[in-house]
């Protein structure tokens, strides 16, 4: 099982994003959080931002829609240059067509699921993913309590893909630390976001290091 350890800029210099990248050189990806403050009570930046940030830098974008209408705006992020494009499923009215069309810009398409949402209703739509996200804490803002109850969600994730026999990512985002990535690893997670982890700290890229060196132990 491959580990990759997407960081979040949630919390990072936004007047800044492409330095602010360029100090996570050990990170796989980046992940972006695209937040409409109606799908999430918080408002962040949208396609101009991340169509400018794809000029400044080479590392893979993990595009995180958090908005109403993902069918409408997601397949715009693949065509600005995104590798990875995740829509919440709750958001999408047509996931299967959404995933198809994200695939065939060339993204990666991937589903993401509040605490409240289970995988299974879902798990017909794994053929059609590269990635299900396990938001492990409510959506909306950087810093909050990781959520342990969401654990058996992420094994069952695991299970349903190891069934399937195909490569589906399962990737954990909300409070993921050195004192959680563990857990998440034991669960079945192998792709990690760490926003406030990586980022209030003095040596960012240090603390992405530190991630992989312990998901790559607990890793089975
Ligand atoms: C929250 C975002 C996360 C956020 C995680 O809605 O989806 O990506 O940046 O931040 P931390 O790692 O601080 O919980
Ligand atoms: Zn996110």
């Not at 699921?113 to 879902?122: H, N, R």
């Not at 739509?125 to 938001?135: A, G, H, Q």
């Amino acid at each position: 099982m491959g580990i990759r350890i997407t960081p979040s800029i949630l919390n990072a210099d936004l007047a800044d994003l492409a330095a602010e990248v360029a100090r996570i050189p050990s990170a796989d990806l980046v992940h972006l959080d695209v937040m409409d403050n109606s799908f999430v009570p918080n408002l962040t930046f949208g396609l101009p931002v991340v169509e400018s940030l794809r000029r400044h830098t080479s590392m893979p974008m993990d595009l995180h829609l958090m908005i109403a209408d993902a069918d409408r705006w997601a397949p715009s992020y693949a065509e600005a240059g995104c590798e990875s494009v995740t829509f919440h499923i709750e958001a999408s009215d047509e996931p299967v067509k959404l995933a198809r069309t994200l695939r065939s810009l060339g993204a990666r398409a991937a589903m993401a699921l509040k605490p409240a949402t289970p995988i299974d209703p879902y798990a017909d739509l794994l053929p059609e993913l590269d990635m299900v996200l396990i938001m492990t804490v409510e959506p909306g803002f950087g810093g909050q309590a990781f959520m342990d109850d969401m654990m058996p969600k992420v094994a069952r994730t695991r299970e349903l893909v190891r069934a399937l026999g195909k490569e589906v990512w399962v990737q954990v985002d909300g409070g993921v630390s050195e004192a959680t990535i563990e857990r998440c690893v034991e669960a079945g997670a192998d792709t990690f976001v760490a926003g406030s982890a990586v980022y209030r700290a003095d040596q960012p890229d240090a603390v992405v290091q530190a991630l992989r060196e312990r998901a790559v132990v607990h890793a089975h």
